[in-house]
């Protein structure tokens, strides 16, 4: 069975500051890792992906993601937040074995302050 | 090209109602995925079809709920005498195939309210 649990259901930075989104994952066969984002009243938006090649994942908007198997982590950051940045963030696993069946986080709000 | 669409993107029903909610995938793809979002249970699973093998139903969370796929394409998802906690937004994805390789692109949603 597959799980994915993001520690924080809340996350807001200033302007212009990193940001670090935190997932943990737990997997019985090689996972794929994803991290979409969801704007106000917007349909759900891939971010970048992880489907075992390289484990630092560039993706869109200036985000990536490391992915850890000792630690089972999947953390989402970037360097400079802008406010544009401000949604809902999922983190999600999937297995081959499972059809493609996506697992969900529960989501972190990302609040972006001026 | 387009995206995935659903309809309708609002609807409102009476509890002990039917409600169908429809949704066309992108041309092409040959896997489509339901999946729900309540505020209590999160973004959840419920069936997925991946060309004309029998859908996986393991995320269907009572037999109310029912869903077909008709030639391939269009998908309609059945919920049979609703309750209120049947209110949420339902979301479909399709895909090129049912592989962790391929990008599940997501539709905008019906927005399900039970009264």
């Known amino acids: 069975a597959q799980s994915v649990t993001q520690l924080d259901s809340h996350v807001s930075v200033s302007e212009g500051t990193p940001v670090l989104l935190r997932c943990n994952y737990s997997s019985s066969y090689s996972p794929s890792l994803f991290w979409y984002v969801q704007h106000p009243n917007k349909g759900l938006q891939l971010l970048l992906k992880y489907t075992s090649a390289a484990t630092l994942v560039k993706g869109i908007n200036g985000f990536e993601a490391e992915f850890k198997k000792s630690e089972t982590s999947f953390h989402l950051t970037k360097p400079s937040a802008h406010m544009s940045d401000a949604a809902e963030y999922f983190c999600?696993?999937?297995?081959?074995?499972?059809?493609?069946?996506?697992?969900f986080g529960g989501g972190t709000r990302l609040m972006v302050k001026p | 090209g387009a995206g995935v669409s659903q309809s309708p993107s609002n609807k409102v029903t009476e509890k002990g109602k039917d409600v169908e909610l429809r949704c066309d995938p992108i041309?092409?793809?040959?896997?489509l995925y339901w999946y729900r979002q309540s505020l209590g249970q999160g973004l959840e699973f419920l069936i997925y079809?991946?060309?004309?093998?029998?859908?996986?139903k393991s995320g269907l969370p009572s037999d109310r709920f029912s869903a077909e796929r008709t030639g391939g394409s269009v998908s309609t998802l059945t919920i049979q005498r609703t309750q209120q906690e049947d209110s949420a937004v339902y979301l479909c994805a399709s895909s090129r195939a049912a592989v962790t390789s391929y990008e599940q692109y997501f539709g905008p949603g019906t927005r399900l309210t039970v009264t």
């Open positions: 079809f991946q060309g004309n093998s029998a859908p996986d």
């Open positions: 999600v696993v999937s297995e081959s074995n499972a059809g493609n069946m996506l697992t």
């Open positions: 041309s092409g793809h040959t896997a």
